[in-house]
């Protein structure tokens, strides 16, 4: 049985960008495929399907695809490179997933041609040295020196794909500029960071007019896989792994349009349907955490199902409390010259770090609640959406008395922060001196950064371990034949603690070229 | 095919106190039971047996305990109430688990006989409100709600099985006087968990002249189960569960000596058998932060074998990157004087907070580095193998200098505390008033409080998700027919913010009976 059906893709300009198959609802009844489905098996659907259940096969590929974001349609297209046939089933009627939502930004770097072009001497090793640091305890070294080493073909291989970048450099700190494609889009140049490697831009995006570099980015990818024969089908929802009887993953169990159909897989299965953010049992079971931040950010299919499917087979998974918590203080970068205080009055992280990693510190050891104390030098007005104003007053003593901070606490706080500020320094952080100036003119503010309130994106992170291959790892150590994870399916080098703006794709393209690479050259 | 064989035990006075079943080598063998063994499959151990790969059974029983600690011993105990036979299977030649190594502490509330007789008021929504209030985040509320409102029953449960009970307080925040029995074992009296709920002391243990509370303990229950009928044998490894067609569990297969064997558990499948934390390759995956502690700690079979054979099924584990993070600041109390600074020379806890919740911030919220500071008038000197001197100065100023903390940092945290300190004040943590002197006397000391270097004993908490009944939930949600776990084998209400000694004892004895008794009762 062989799957045919090439990929039509369709392009609307609106927010759900990118159409899916105009005819996928009646996919595979269309397909040659035998029509009398099996009788649909009661059984509960945690339980994988057994092979042995399964009398024949509505339709087959060499490699299925779960999920039609960044991963899946790497995968999809480094499979065909091989000449196998992929299939990429998508539960929505869009294509593209959450990295269409985003900004597009790739993490690369050890010498890109855009580094070398616009001046930025970078390598492998100095690249490394950062991302071990900037991810800390959890840091997946092997994995780290993997993605570092692989960073310019990935640039090669996206620029070959149909993405464009301009060869332009932006210093802010969030690019808001329509023709710039690369800036520093992580700690590289905070404290103690740029200690631990020379400073280099990584974060790569198209140019767009408006932040949409992730449509940009999917729509050239889309573009490529259509070209190359992948071929795509959405609104299908994959249910179930098939199994034989000896732990392999040989297919999966599909409903389209209200029927369970079965898929045989002849090479592999390559889970690559996002992450957790939109399953609220799954988060306050997993990460309670993240739970309680005000914005869960993704596509809508974000519920797990990957990552369910795979620890059904008894696949491994980790770091399931981790999310990536954006607490965007800038832009304006004006903000950064006021102090970030936890409960206690006290400072507990350089207000210059890039937003994830002050997200971090905020979620996870600060217990979700910090302030933000500017005077009136300042020129920072944020949208109430993203934070209110929580006290303001003419003096640090009667503001940390309206916000309830312990006696004394704030107005010390300040003191050591002014002291040393008169001359640009910070010797707690080492704030950059850009951002640093006294806390001296009334009235002074405090907006509140309780996570609950304060405008604040989330996703997960955590999800099913692999190896460098992409093959998902079971619990007891050994590969699962014939299944594969990317993307937020998978754990990676994704943590909480966040490298920098452009991790997330950027390891979605390259553990799902590698789990489409591998799956097609395999021999069964 | 049944299963026979009474339990014999052996008491010794050496350190592995609980010898199991002297003939228990010949266990299997001796046992009725069709001696010629269906061929050993040679199937990747990760793959759970199934029933049609079975020819015959073994040997059976209606409930089959993997693991002679606390929630094993419980569990059998429970079951044999209802008169049906319960099989102990222990891997190593000594009954008792990580328990019996333990102080035999048992936190118990609600108004217990005991806090009665010495005259403390308690309640279960009172005991509900501090466990709530100092679990955090991850409390899980049902389960500690349950577990309150069942304290007063495993006191009962506890004394009716030979547990004995001295009518003597301690003051002392670790019971150091053979004659008592109830403390306060958590944070009790710690701000601001003082608040949440009227402080009582929950801490329950055996009197002993040498904090040898928990081989009291297990002794006790271990006695009480051989009375009761328990079938325990020991150096029997179980290496993988028997699944049905449907997912449910129906027994285990077992190596014993060196040959494998399927044991039959008619009614289901408790596991056990501990936590991972001498499994380093698991501790580094899922806890980096425990695995730089320095002194793991519990039974050598605390492997996660339970732990990954429930998730080889597609049981859903919980807070697997937690454990118990214990910094023994205390006895003596001395110590509490001083203050506890991070890296940046800041306080970040009440000194006088249970030494589970000092070191829960330390490992997991300060990278596992911090200092005591004390001055002269403290009488502290711990040994060597517990905290190491890292520098002793005559100013502040200079101790600040010596460890590298930033400039002005410890000395304003000082001046701070010490303005306060004069008046007997903490306004930062408000530690108890008992701890608080100004540091003011040459010469200044600190100790180091590295989690790599100080001694800090250190166990996992996270493990399977299970019910009230102490069933495993699938990480699809359903129940897995057949399959228990209990003790550290389970996650529970013990988490990394660790409520109070006595936590994972009692939460295994809880757990572990509710297991026994619902395996007795189910209809199968």
Redesign the interface.
Known sequence: MRFTLSMRMEFDGGDDLISGNATRRDFLRKMSVAASAAAITG?????PL?QREIKNWDASADVVIVGAGAAGIAAAIEARRYRVKALVLEKFDVAGGTSSLSGGVCYMGGGTPLQQALGFADSTENMYNYMVAAA???APRDRIQAYCEGSQEQFDWLVANGVRYAQKFSAEKEVSRADASLYYSGCEKVFPYRDNARPAPRGHLPPTDDLTGGRSLMRALLTSAANLGVALTTNVSVERLVQA???AVIGVEVIDNGERRRIRARNGVVLAAGGFIHNP?MLQ??A??LN?CSAPWGRAGDLGMG??MG????A??????QGFVILPLYPPEDALKGIVVNL?G?RFVPEDAYYGLMGYEIA??Q?GRAFLIIDATTDYAPQDYRFKLAAHADSIAALEAALKL????LQ?TVD?YN??AQAGQD???QKSPHYIAPLIKPPFKAYDLDLTRAFCPVVTVGGL?TNLNSQVI?????IIPGLYAAGRTAASTVLARYIGSGMSIGEALFAGRRAGAHAAQIKR
Chains 1, 2 share one sequence.
């Open positions: 059984a509960a659907s945690s339980q057994r800390g305890i959890h009887g000896d732990g049992s079971r997993y309670p955490e309680r990552i369910r620890m059904s087979v008894g491994n998974a980790l770091r399931m409390n206690n006290q996870y050891r217990d312990p006696t004394e606490s010390r050591y002291r040393f010797p707690l952080y371990h079971h619990v007891e150590g050994d």
